[in-house]
Each structure stands twice: as C-alpha cells, then as structure tokens.
C-alpha cells in the first residue's frame, strides 16, 4: 500500500486545517490507520488513529477536542480535520496504516506503512 499526505500549510494560531491521506491498493478497509507528527529536533509521536470500521478512535492527550480523525474506505481515504490550532502543532505530519496485528494503536512501531509527510506550520 502507498500513502499520500496532504493539505498541510500555514495557518494562524486558532486556525484549522484539513489533512487527507489517499492509499493505493484494495485492502485499505481492513486496517486500521493512524496520523503521526515530528517537529524539528523531535520525535515522531502519536495523533490519532482510528480503527478499521472507525468505530473506535484513539487521540493523544494534547489534541484530543481539537483534532478529529476520520476515514471515507469508498475513497480510500483518511482525514485529520484540525481544529485551534496552536504553535506547538506544528510539524511534518505523517499517515500511517497498522500491521495486520498490533497492541498498542499509539505506538509507532504498530504501523507499517507510511506516507510522505505533510508540514503544517502555526503561526503565533
């Protein structure tokens, strides 16, 4: 499966954004999928992550009630609709899909396949 990020910019402090991650190959429905970001001179840490249905969604604590993480499997799709964005949002935001089996859906080490990246910038 390939994975293409995108809708990254710049934005206000406040501001919001939308990020979609189109996936190539049929079996996108069948695995759960994940948003991840890295700033500079961090590491890559956890966003949100949904599972297959999108029945059950995951958020880190610092973006939970701002973020809202989604998945359109007719389109192959997922989305990270970003809310209040703060300065500390910013980084090179990263979709990912799960291994068939994990523990821990707010693990990195539970995703497999990842995309390119998309940068959000928020200005204060």
């Known amino acids: 499966v390939q994975l293409q990020a995108s809708g990254g910019g710049l934005v206000q402090a406040g501001g919001s954004l939308r990020l979609s991650c189109a996936a190539s190959g049929s079996t996108f429905s069948n695995f759960a999928l994940g948003w991840f970001r890295q700033a500079p001179g961090k590491e890559r840490e956890f966003v949100a992550a949904?599972?297959?249905?999108?029945?059950?969604?995951y958020y880190a604590h610092s973006v939970k009630g701002r973020f809202t993480i989604s998945r359109d499997n007719a389109k192959n799709t997922v989305y990270l609709q970003m809310n209040s964005l703060k300065p500390e949002d910013t980084g090179l935001y990263y979709c990912?899909?799960?291994?068939?089996?994990?523990?821990?859906?707010?693990?990195?080490?539970?995703?497999?396949?990842w995309g390119q990246g998309t940068l959000v910038t928020v200005s204060s």
């Open positions: 990912a899909l799960a291994r068939v089996s994990y523990s821990n859906p707010r693990d990195v080490t539970a995703f497999g396949s």
């Open positions: 949904l599972t297959w249905s999108g029945r059950n969604t």
